[in-house]
């Protein structure tokens, strides 16, 4: 489930993100975001990072930094799934063109490989990681969270420190 708060004062639960069990460390979620200055006629911009540490227990630290890695919005993952993507439209490409080659036919599997593999890895990932951070704006940060129980948890513990 998905939760925006205000990027000034998130709160967390203390309880483990992943499995809801005690809270001994934590573990951190970061993206990178870009900052959009305009200048006369271009853009520039800027790419930040921004992280965010989150409560997990001892268990669950080190798949929650791991998983969270890979499945990060950076410049690194994006352009890795772009080049695998394009190895796969070539793939289908070279096969509607050249579906008489034998040879052609045998390579052609090994250019689907890294899509299907990066492809694999990121949504597990995703799936695995407890706590994404989606995006910070001046409007507020957005969080992902694998266990919409936390979630839920997040979400009612931050809307009281709105009101309070
Ligand atoms: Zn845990």
Not at 26 to 33: L, P
Not at 89 to 95: E, G, Q, R, T
Not at 112 to 119: C, K, N, S
Not at 124 to 150: H, M, Q, W
Request: hydrophobic residues 45%.
């Amino acid at each position: 489930m998905r939760v925006i708060v205000p990027a000034s004062e998130i709160s967390w639960p203390l309880r483990c993100a992943a499995c809801l069990g005690t809270a001994t460390t934590t573990a951190t979620t970061s993206c990178q975001i870009s900052t959009g200055v305009p200048l006369p006629g271009i853009v520039v911009y800027k790419k930040r990072e921004a992280a965010v540490a989150y409560p997990v227990c001892s268990r669950h630290r080190l798949s929650a930094n791991l998983f969270g890695l890979l499945s990060r919005r950076s410049l690194f993952n994006l352009g890795l799934g772009l080049i695998c993507t394009l190895c796969a439209v070539a793939f289908v490409f070279l096969l509607l063109a050249d579906s008489n080659n034998s040879d052609t036919r045998e390579s052609l599997p090994i250019l689907f490989v890294p899509a299907a593999a990066y492809w694999a890895i990121f949504f597990i990932a995703r799936r695995l990681t407890p706590v994404k951070l989606c995006d910070i704006r001046p409007s507020g940060a957005t969080f992902f969270f694998s266990n919409p129980e936390y979630g839920r948890a997040f979400r009612a513990q931050n809307q009281r420190a709105e009101s309070a």
